[in-house]
């Protein structure tokens, strides 16, 4: 019989923190723009919180992703740079072959250090230093995806008392990140992209983003 990769049950959705998240942090690689599509222009203009993302993408090419995805959010997009401080209501995507960290301030960095799981940026580096800064006050956000990378910065968000999202493997052009999230812990929700969204508009509604 074929080995299937061991998934957990849910979490029940924890208790939100008072005064709402202070970031949303999004990973994905293979398939990820295509949910990407979905998310990003759902978000309304008054989102009272930063966005960062990592996408998987070539080192040695520069990055398009800022614009394409402007003309269609809502939200000022750029490219992170190196100790910039991070503002609210805007959407930060990690340059090609660097690391993006939060760290204190908060402010946003960049590093060169070594690759995880074959990728500089790394998914893992973000979720985990994000969690670090916000502990229970950062919503995490796992696209498609074609490695594990993600499978251990999500645990850390979850840890830390965070929000878990991880976009539901059925929906996922590869399903093998989010598959292998899944098997390290539990999500509090397992949507696909389209739902994703709605339930960020609708904790945006509610106060929290």
């Given at each position: 019989?074929?080995?299937?990769p061991r998934?957990t049950?849910?979490?029940?959705a924890?208790?939100?923190?008072?005064n709402?998240?202070?970031?949303?942090?999004?990973?994905?690689?293979s398939?990820?723009?295509?949910?990407?599509?979905h998310?990003?222009?759902?978000?309304?203009?008054?989102?009272?919180?930063?966005?960062?993302?990592v996408?998987?993408?070539?080192?040695?090419?520069?990055?398009?992703?800022a614009?394409?995805?402007?003309?269609?959010?809502?939200?000022?997009?750029?490219?992170?740079?190196?100790q910039?401080?991070?503002?609210?209501?805007t959407?930060?995507?990690?340059?090609?072959?660097?690391?993006?960290l939060v760290?204190?301030?908060?402010?946003?960095?960049l590093s060169?250090?070594?690759?995880e799981?074959?990728?500089r940026?790394?998914?893992?580096v973000?979720?985990?230093?994000?969690?670090?800064q916000?502990?229970?006050?950062?919503?995490?956000?796992?696209?498609?995806?074609?490695n594990e990378?993600g499978a251990?910065?999500?645990q850390?968000?979850?840890?830390?008392g965070g929000?878990?999202?991880?976009?539901?493997p059925?929906s996922?052009a590869?399903?093998?990140?989010?598959?292998?999230?899944?098997?390290?812990t539990?999500a509090?929700?397992?949507?696909?992209?389209?739902d994703?969204?709605?339930l960020?508009?609708r904790?945006h509604?509610?106060?929290?983003?």
């Amino acid at each position: 019989m074929p080995n299937t990769p061991r998934t957990t049950a849910p979490l029940a959705a924890p208790a939100h923190p008072t005064n709402g998240y202070d970031a949303v942090v999004v990973g994905g690689s293979s398939g990820g723009i295509d949910a990407l599509i979905h998310i990003l222009p759902a978000l309304p203009a008054s989102l009272r919180v930063p966005v960062l993302v990592v996408v998987h993408l070539p080192r040695d090419r520069p990055s398009l992703l800022a614009d394409i995805f402007r003309a269609r959010c809502r939200l000022p997009l750029r490219e992170a740079q190196d100790q910039e401080p991070l503002a609210a209501g805007t959407v930060y995507f990690a340059p090609p072959d660097y690391h993006l960290l939060v760290d204190q301030g908060p402010r946003l960095a960049l590093s060169v250090d070594a690759l995880e799981h074959f990728s500089r940026p790394s998914i893992d580096v973000l979720f985990e230093s994000a969690a670090d800064q916000y502990g229970e006050r950062l919503l995490g956000v796992l696209l498609s995806g074609a490695n594990e990378d993600g499978a251990r910065g999500m645990q850390a968000i979850a840890a830390s008392g965070g929000l878990a999202v991880v976009q539901d493997p059925a929906s996922a052009a590869v399903p093998t990140m989010p598959r292998a999230a899944l098997a390290r812990t539990a999500a509090h929700h397992t949507l696909p992209p389209p739902d994703i969204a709605a339930l960020l508009l609708r904790l945006h509604q509610e106060g929290l983003l």
